[in-house]
């Protein structure tokens, strides 16, 4: 029996050591204030081999700009029992890291009135338990008895929250009731750089495009009115023009269009007013013109019936931006519109900014369109009769 008690002991400190290596591992990586121990005894049996190791680890995911709780529970042989001693975990708590603490949880009528910080929910779906919990039973099957908490947690961030969870927001600019549309005829553009400003320094790409929007057209000889483009695409295709009010920044201009009861993904049609709204001048020579649409169209096959979300957008050279541009519309659950966001380039590199900006400018667009409401924040969809400009 002594022998088998001298085995049961060694095999327990050589698991309470390659834990308590793990845990060293992690505060390396996540930082000291990361992991909190929690130490429980087996109240039965107070002998120093049935104390376990249960500790909460706060992950940070910088790409998400939010963060994970978990508490874990260490079964007394992990990691050398194989899957039979799999870590058992809670999540705790989500946190959207990308909303400053003093207003997250805050009453919105009690935020300073400069900036609204629109916090996300990160939640987690059953669909994404399950898949968390696979990822850890198939790496306690092929683990051979080495410590897997770092490698499950590595995993998890990269194909389960950043893959389902929404992207980061910037803040917003609340727009005052009394705001106006922005009148592009009047619209000093101060720069006129056409220099593409990725952040990976490789700004001298070649602008890539999607299939449903042609290339940016010549300049016309006589611009189109803001005015005339409006009636024509009324006329034309029964489509509803607003422009939202301009943003500023280290002279850079944004201003976002909307194009509402947009009811077809046509291509004929997509092009139509692509090339429609490029027959001003003014937005014809903007830096940058980022387009997303959403649109909701019957469900055709098979005998379901329900409908289906098309969805495109189309970066017009600045990388990124389109698809932070059609998230934006898919978290507000906007449908049936065609969001553009003009950027003319003011000579001075706004970095990050920039992408706050074009989802700012395209907010307040769809605010002054009526697609959201300005105290809520939430989609308002695209009824028959929605997105008419205020008068």
């Known amino acids: 029996m002594s022998g088998d008690d001298d085995d049961d002991n060694n095999r ?14 992690l505060q390396a990586i996540y930082g000291d204030e990361s992991i909190k121990l929690i130490t429980s005894q087996n109240i039965q049996q107070q002998k120093e081999r049935d104390q376990s190791i249960s500790y909460i680890l706060t992950i940070p995911l910088d790409d998400m700009m939010a963060k994970i709780t978990i508490q874990i529970y ?4 992990y990691p050398l029992d194989g899957i039979d001693s799999i870590p058992v975990y809670q999540i705790l708590e989500t946190i959207d890291a990308n909303v400053p603490s003093a207003t997250r949880n805050t009453d919105p009528g009690k935020m300073p009135r400069s900036m609204i910080y629109p916090e996300r929910k990160l939640i987690i779906t059953n669909e994404m338990s399950t898949k968390i919990h696979e990822i850890l039973v198939d790496l306690m099957e092929n683990s051979c008895g080495s ?19 929404p992207k980061p927001l910037g803040p917003i600019i609340p727009i005052q009731d009394d705001i106006v549309n922005t009148d592009l005829e009047k619209l000093t553009i101060i720069g006129n750089s056409d220099e593409d400003e990725d952040d990976d320094q490789d700004h001298n ?3 890539q495009k999607s299939n449903s929007h042609p290339p940016k057209a010549i300049t016309p000889q006589h611009s ?15 489509l509803i023009l607003t422009t939202g009010p301009e943003i500023v920044d280290r002279k850079s201009v944004f201003v976002g269009h909307v194009v509402g009861n947009l009811n077809t993904d046509s291509k004929h049609v ?26 909701e169209l019957p469900q055709t096959k098979g005998h379901n019936e329900g409908s289906v979300i098309s969805q495109d957008c189309d970066d017009d050279g600045e990388t990124a931006a389109g698809s932070r541009l059609l998230h934006l519309l898919q978290l507000l659950e906007v449908k049936n519109v065609m969001v553009v966001v003009s950027r003319w380039y003011g000579g001075v590199k706004l970095g990050p900014d920039r992408f706050k900006h074009i989802n700012n400018a395209a907010r307040q667009a769809l605010i002054v369109s009526g697609h959201l409401s300005n105290e809520s924040g939430s989609g308002g969809g695209s009824s028959k009769g929605s997105g008419k400009k205020k008068k």
């Open 12 to 25: 327990l400190n050589e698991a309470k050591e390659l834990q308590n290596d793990e845990i060293l591992a």
């Open 270 to 295: 997509l092009a139509k007013i692509n090339g429609l709204l490029l027959s001003n001048n003014k937005i014809a020579k903007a830096t940058h013109n980022v387009v997303a649409y959403r649109i």
């Open 147 to 165: 410590v897997v908490l770092f490698e499950w947690i590595s995993q998890i961030c990269s194909d389960v929250f950043e893959t389902e969870w």
């Open 224 to 238: 189109a009115s803001m005015t005339d483009i409006t009636k024509q695409l009324e006329q034309d295709l029964g």
């Open 205 to 207: 790409r070649d602008r």
């Open 74 to 77: 260490y079964p007394l042989l």
